[in-house]
């Protein structure tokens, strides 16, 4: 597995925007994409800083997903409202997964 984690600064008063990103986002997934799972947070000392951990079954599907074409072309919405409500470029970490429990 391979996931990144992706840090953005929400503009001050965008709260309400946030589920319309998150629609806008699943809309543009594709069956097959190699995506296992997403999880959307909000630091507590700081509720301007919004992560996002992506989860994929490699980093190979995750790269092929980004070029995807079908999906780029539903990006469009997405990257409108991300200018709208976050304060400059998203912030990237890659990570390999090296355990994962589910309790």
């Known amino acids: 597995m391979w996931a990144q984690l992706i840090m953005m600064r929400l503009k001050p008063g965008k709260d309400a925007d946030l589920p ?60 409108a409202t991300m200018a709208e409500i976050f304060e400059g470029p998203p912030e990237f970490v890659d990570l390999t997964v090296v355990e994962e429990n589910s309790y």
């Open 20 to 79: 319309r990103l998150y629609e806008e986002l699943r809309a543009t997934e594709q069956p097959g994409s190699g995506l296992l799972r997403t999880t959307a947070f909000r630091d507590q000392n700081d509720p301007s800083r919004i992560y996002h951990l992506v989860v994929f079954e490699s980093e190979e599907k995750a790269r092929q997903r980004e070029e995807d074409s079908r999906r780029q072309e539903g990006l469009s919405a997405a990257r």
